[in-house]
């Protein structure tokens, strides 16, 4: 049987396999939806996608192979009910066909139950497009029937940015080429700053696809990126994953952007509970809500699950208002034509700090409000200008204790992070970061090369702990404290042994290099052989049960430190006590109690 006749067959009876590759939403862990992706039959010439879809066009049936792959895939994403959107592929061939049956798609949603807000287009753009009027045209079709567009391999095909100028699209996704070892070319990393800013600048969510190896999700996400999809994530399938677990991500070495304060208040704890919309809701009742309410200046948009899909401010529907022809043109529109669709949502759990950084990045108006949700519903809202005067009191409050030479925070910041851990019952471990040598060498090379070494172990310290769930502080001189939240407290630990060793070198001559140390004169006056910088570090995981502040943890992890001093080399002694050694004693809390 030709292949021509295979495909006719598949046609016939529906014989195609739909499969699913999740698009998550790293910043907010969770997923934003799942483009459908389309089989022949399993051990046939046309289960390819390549073949399948090349063999329908030599053959000029795309058309009916497109509708056959979109009705199985809406059929499927329903049948599994899985969260978030749909994308579909849709080729520009077929979207200009002539012959193509219009209204089919509306049909189709209507058929299986999905709402049309929670599909995506994804136009490819390696297709060449003779006519562009008409293929805009047609987007503002689907645009009117509730649909969101996407412009698929961004950067692979003939037009690029002049058909993103044209097509306006909720989301673009980027080729496979641009995002494939991005992490060691400077011109790629150049490439997708450039598009990050032009998304900034339109609006437009951009997701990036293809990807296999973690170094390329690190830079994707330290650029911006929140939206990730490829096989590193999950694979394409029948059965895709409804939630990204956290125990994925700390995997993947991705835990959000870190901030060396460690704010520990979580955004719910500023939510203003305020009604939100549904997505039906016409302009003309939107506009009734903020009348009755002078002090709402924000209305967020929900779908039929409860689900926060955009935010409506007062000032551009009052503003649409109070056009010549704007309450003719919009009263009776429904809210989604003028909503804000890329509003920032965040988990009521998120930290302050994240938040702000999701926030600087992003550069949101001030003025605005941001979603906070819990479980993916709709929870309340939060004023950008609240969270920034908390974060920013924070900040001060930190600075006052921070240690001048590195910035981190110290004693009195490091004391709040192990009390915090104590009071809120969550496991944790203790480093006590000490340098050996360091007085010699201070000595020898003078205050300057001593000051930039315990820079060097700042630095060295911090980002070995950046991908980890850490809070770093400077106690002073050449002691550091590092909490880790994590299990992986140990395997850090010898990674910053071992780059410390290897940057601090740099500091010394060759020939100290090469003889492994100097000859120096200690407080005796007598010469004496001093090995090149290393460090002791005593590590500890306290019994919470016992241990009932800051001190009693801070005291298992000097006398851990010390052990670790014992040894002439760098070394971790890793403590197996972890109870305060002398008995608690309750603090009287008031006067009266001490008579």
Known sequence: MSEQQVLHSIIEKGEIQTVFQPIFDIAKKQILGYEALSRGPKGSVLESPDRLFTTANEAEKLSELELLCRDSAIKHFVALDLPGKLFINVSPVTLL?????????????????LSANRVVIEVTEQDKVDDGFLLLKTIAHYRELGLSIAIDDLGAGYSGLKQWSELCPDFVKLDRYFVDHCDQSIVKREFLKTIIELAKATGTAVIAEGIERSEELRLLESLGIAHAQGF?????????????????????????????????????NLVLKQQAIASYTKCKDAHHVFEQDKRVVSLAVVNEFGQPIGLLHRDQLTEVFAGPYGHALFAKKAVTELMD??????D???KL?????????????????????RHSSYLGLAPLRDILKHITEEKIRHAQHANPLTMLPGNVAINEAIEHRLRSQNDFSLAYVDLNHFKQFNDLYGYASGDSVIKLLADVTVQVCAASQCFVGHIGGDDFMVVFDGDDAELLCHQIIEQFETQSKAFFTPEHVKSGGYWATNREGQKQFVPLLTLSIGLVRPDLEFCQNSHQVAALATDAKKEAKRYRNSYLFVCNRRKPSAPVVRLAKSTQEMV
């Open 348 to 350: 009521e759990n998120d």
């Open 97 to 113: 066909d002539p012959h193509h049956p219009r209204g089919k798609t509306l049909h189709l949603l209507d058929k299986y139950g």
């Open 232 to 268: 590193l994530l999950e694979r394409p399938s029948n059965k895709p994953s409804k939630t990204l677990h956290d125990n994925r991500l700390s995997q993947l070495n991705l835990a959000g952007p870190k901030s060396t304060l460690q704010t520990s208040m979580v955004i719910g």
């Open 353 to 373: 700090d994240v938040v702000s950084h999701q926030i600087t990045e992003h550069e949101f108006d001030i003025r605005r409000h941001i979603i906070v949700t």
């Open 341 to 346: 669709k890329q509003p920032l949502i965040v």
